[in-house]
């Protein structure tokens, strides 16, 4: 996908932290308000109905200026994640430096920082990262979700496949905690146990999300669908018009076996946080999404299935 020309804002905000509703709890902090990758199943593309943006998603981004965190330490123990609805890495960061502003701001926190991105660039301030994690539990998360590199250009303007897994590898390596995001998990298209033999020597959890198309976006991706992957119509049509839980329930039971013959830990809707044995990562399952938000990572879901 081409970058888009993105329109620039500044902006004044009275504060960056947000108490979230995600189902991590906590805080959500974006340095942004939109999100030149663009990708085309964002969920953080209703924020355009609160900033006042009529602009196409992916094609605005506004800087916040905030007045600077006072008492940090007031986070301690508190999760917080950047990069809810903008990604804190996006190509405009290499100028603005308001995600590296923000990490110098809270690495005193004691917070339980989770850096969510699709960008290599977090490599910039891998130094910086080193001296978050001393003083706090820090976890950079990458979202894969396919690898290939076709299908990703296809559905985002963010870093390639191989580069999101490179620096994967870097901030590991690094002794940083990191997750491989399969996310979301498009059925027919995501193969999780390709995904999770690339990225699992190198990622201490895997979180698996499923495709939500509630949004807006429902058509253009059921558009592609039609138009790339013919066969797929039907599962799409079940899934999503006919809400047919099927697919979503056999994935979820593929995925425990994948991780019972691997030796890896199944959980659901929990975040634990050890570093774990490489090679046996924590599989997190995350599949309806709506059954978790706001259950603050409880390891339970609002509705049986
Ligand atoms: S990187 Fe995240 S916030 Fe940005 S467009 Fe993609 S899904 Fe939305």
Known sequence: METAEIKLNHIETKSVMTKSNTPLGGYSVNPYVGCPHACRYCYASFMKRFTG????????????????IKDAKKYAGQKIVIGTVTDGYNPLEETYENTRRLLEELKDSGGDIVICTKSDLVLRDLDLLKEVNEKCQLTVSWSVNTLDEEFRNDMDAAASIECRLSAMKKVYDAGIRTICFISPVFPGI????????????????????????????????????AEKHPELVPLYDS????????YFENLERKAREMAERNGCRFVDNETP????????????????HEEVRGTQNSGQRRTNK
């Open 53 to 68: 943006h009529t602009e196409p998603w992916g094609t605005f981004l506004d800087v916040k200026h905030w007045p600077a």
């Open 239 to 246: 899934i999503y018009n006919k809400k047919e839980r099927s």
């Open 190 to 225: 995501t193969d999780i146990e390709a995904i999770f033999e690339r990225a699992k020597d190198q990622c201490d959890l895997i979180w698996l999300e499923n495709l939500n198309l509630r949004g807006g976006f429902k058509a253009d991706i059921m558009n592609y669908i």
């Open 273 to 288: 946080y050890e570093r774990v044995e490489k090679g046996h990562p924590t599989i997190v399952d995350y599949f309806y």
